[in-house]
């Protein structure tokens, strides 16, 4: 069996489904897995209803609900056009997803009251959805396509909105549901992000959760490979929207392509790696509007060349700084400060210690960061930088590669903290806000176009 994951944009409108049938279509020996995303827009869309509903404004659920229906109902017309009665069935499932959620969101609205768990229950919709028009599209081509729930599939602990699978129970769940389901139909069919607690209570795995799903299916299927279908060639030297001249990696290890994504390169959810190198199933990175293009292969370390592959970065970080008066050794600055931290949740994205002092990089806008440091300066001084930036160089044996640094210096001109990652994966500069254009400017064209 293979996996293919479809993200947003490669199932945005009909002309791009119709590219997602005819890539499917020459695969189908393979025995597909298809795992679509939400159309693209659509999760943020029902991210602002849930937020419009928590605030009581009808007018807004209203307007919502209505470009909801109409995106999803138009799409299905001008895919199912030349089928009535494969229409008639499409519109009537898309319709009774589309008045349940209704019927949710107008509760959310009356006691205007959202939890996580009321939120994931909206936001799963996008992928119920986008997967439901997509299977008619394939059975209306001749494809025979079967739907299966992924919440039926994917079992995960209650943290709603981030949730974690159990992957030994998820594992034997996709193994007896897709080996019953799949016999006799060309093409198995479900949703990314989407999930479900032991209790059966939908849960999400967080933005950019598909290819964590598909990864998920790829581990419990034991799959040949799984192909992440996006709408860029591949994994490229960096975001080739904010920096231009980008090149396309072709091949690049398990743990590099973890590390760029833990670093904030968006093209790979962070996750997604682990299920694939548990089981050692290679990851394709392809572009659904150029299916042509041979795109990035995620493999062994083993199997992949040394050097630089790529430069990512956060924007709009804070950084931390944390110092006691007292000599307190590494060890206790850390235990003392994680002990706030950890409890709470707060995602760091980079740490560095001294015998007195923490540095921290910290996603602005984190629950509970506040009360967090409110804590630590009971017994320690405690600075936020603001309007900073997280620059990374990732690719196994950057050590050797001379001059980063020097750069990174001279065109931000400040770095306030770098830092090599544990696993020398990646070298880290935290730098001004205003100045990560330039720097990423011209650090890739250091590296990569010297
Ligand atoms: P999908 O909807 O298919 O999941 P995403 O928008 O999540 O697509 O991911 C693809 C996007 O990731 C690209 O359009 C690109 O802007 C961004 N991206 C960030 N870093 C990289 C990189 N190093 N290589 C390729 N794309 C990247
Ligand atoms: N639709 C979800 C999101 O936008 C999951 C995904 O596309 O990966 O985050
Ligand atoms: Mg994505």
């Known amino acids: 069996m293979i996996i293919i994951k479809f993200g947003g944009t490669s199932v945005q409108n009909e002309e791009a489904i119709g590219r997602v049938i005819s890539i499917v279509s020459g695969r189908l020996k393979e025995k597909p897995l298809v795992v679509v995303s939400a159309l693209a827009k659509v999760t943020r869309l029902l991210c602002m209803l849930a937020e419009e509903a928590e605030a009581q404004h009808e007018d807004g659920v209203k307007d919502l609900l209505r ?18 009665r494969l229409l008639e069935n499409c519109l009537e499932d898309v319709e009774r997803l589309i008045s349940d959620l209704e019927t949710f969101v107008s509760g959310v609205c009356l006691i205007g009251e959202l939890s996580p768990r009321s939120e994931a229950r909206i936001i799963s919709t996008g992928e119920l959805l986008s997967s439901t028009i997509i299977a008619y599209a394939f059975n209306a081509n001749g494809i025979s396509c079967h739907w299966i729930d992924a919440r039926r599939m ?17 594992e034997a769940n996709v193994k007896r549901i897709v080996g019953l389901e799949s016999r006799g139909t060309d093409v198995i069919l479900t949703q990314g992000f989407v999930a479900s607690t032991d209790k059966g209570v ?43 001249n980008t090149g396309k990696i072709d091949v690049v290890s398990y743990e590099e392509a973890a ?54 970065f956060r924007d709009n970080i804070l950084f931390v700084k944390i110092e006691s008066s007292k000599l307190e050794g590494v060890t206790r600055m850390l235990g003392k400060v994680f002990a706030e931290l950890y409890p709470r949740r707060i995602p760091v994205t980079l740490s560095g210690a001294t015998e007195s002092e923490v540095c921290l990089v910290i996603p602005e806008e984190v629950d509970g960061l ?3 440091l409110e804590a630590i300066e009971k017994w320690a001084s405690v600075t936020v930088f603001r309007d900073k930036a997280l620059i990374s160089v990732v690719g196994r044996g950057i050590v050797g590669f001379e001059g980063i640094g020097d750069k990174v210096i001279s065109v931000s001109g400040k770095v306030h903290i770098a830092a090599m990652s544990a696993n020398m994966m990646s070298e880290s500069f935290v730098i001004d806000h205003e100045k990560l ?5 011209s650090l890739h064209e250091y590296i990569f176009n010297k």
């Open 202 to 244: 939908t849960s999400v795995l967080g933005f950019e959760g598909s290819d964590y799903s598909a990864a998920i299916f790829g581990m419990a299927l034991d799959a040949a490979r799984v192909e992440i279908w996006t709408d860029v060639d591949g994994i490229r030297t960096a975001d080739p929207r904010v920096v231009s």
């Open 437 to 441: 254009q330039a720097t990423l400017d």
């Open 259 to 312: 590390e760029m994504a833990a670093m904030g390169a968006r093209v790979l959810h962070p996750l997604t790696i682990e299920p694939a190198r548990k089981k050692n199933i290679p990851i394709k990175v392809l572009n659904s509007t150029n299916p042509s293009c041979e795109g990035t292969l995620v493999v062994r370390g083993d199997q992949a060349p040394d050097g630089p592959k790529s430069i990512a």
């Open 67 to 84: 470009q909801l229906r109409e995106r999803h109902f138009n799409l299905a017309k001008n895919l199912l056009a030349d089928n009535q």
């Open 154 to 170: 994917i079992t995960t602990d209650d943290n709603y909105l981030y949730a974690r699978p159990d992957l030994d129970v998820t």
């Open 370 to 372: 506040k009360e967090a």
